[in-house]
């Protein structure tokens, strides 16, 4: 399974972006999908999930409200759209993804995830 982000760059503060991972050599329609994101000097931090079937998702607490997480399983793509960007929102953007088609772990956690991108970077200037 490949993992491949895009849709990262510079913003300022209250911009949006929409970030993109596409999805390849695998069967994405039973994927849980996961963002995290690492700053630098900070450990990876959880953003948001969703299920395979789109039917759940979660958000860390710090980007309800602003950030939405969606799939098109047709394209095998996730995404997350992010809306009112703060300069703490800099950071570099992985997507995962859980291929075991059977729950590891809730949404939020990282050791859920079995494949990871190599990530977009985010930067919000204020």
């Known amino acids: 399974v490949q993992l491949v982000e895009s849709g990262g760059g510079l913003v300022q503060a209250g911009g949006s972006l929409r970030l993109s991972c596409a999805a390849s050599?695998?069967?994405?329609?039973?994927?849980?999908m996961g963002w995290f994101r690492q700053a630098p000097g900070k450990e990876r931090e959880f953003v948001a999930a969703i299920s395979w079937s789109g039917g759940n998702t979660n958000y860390a607490d710090s980007v309800k409200g602003r950030f939405t997480i969606s799939r098109d399983n047709a394209k095998n793509t996730v995404y997350l759209r992010m809306n009112s960007l703060k300069p703490e929102d800099t950071a570099v953007y992985h997507c995962a993804a859980d291929t075991s088609r059977s729950s590891r772990g809730p949404l939020w956690s990282p050791y859920k995830y079995d494949y990871w991108g190599q990530g977009t970077q985010v930067t919000v200037s204020s």
């Open positions: 050599g695998g069967t994405f329609n039973f994927y849980d």
